[in-house]
């Protein structure tokens, strides 16, 4: 099965999810945030950083319950319309 392409709504959304999961994380460091979601560090700088704009969701899932933010939450971010 062939993936298409991410457009750039796509793209903006990865984001908004990065930025919300990074501010959730505050001070602790990537490395516990990551070791505790049973994730490397490289994959959740990726995912904050945008770079993995459509990561799996068990992924999300591991760390909306290390951070202790509710999925709908993530998902409500993560899909609101870009700003005006």
Do not use: N, W, Y
Not at 25 to 50: D, F, Y
Not at 52 to 75: C, E, K, N, R, Y
Request: charged share 20%.
């Amino acid at each position: 099965m062939v993936r298409p392409p991410l457009t750039q709504l796509d793209h903006e959304r990865g984001h908004r999810l990065g930025a919300i999961l990074r501010q959730a994380r505050g001070t602790r460091s990537m490395a516990e945030v990551a070791a505790a979601a049973g994730l490397s560090a490289e994959t959740l700088r990726k995912i904050e950083t945008g770079r993995v704009p459509t990561p799996a969701f068990f992924t999300i899932a591991a760390l909306a319950h290390t951070l202790g933010i509710s999925l709908d939450v993530l998902a409500e971010v993560a899909a609101a319309e870009r700003a005006a």
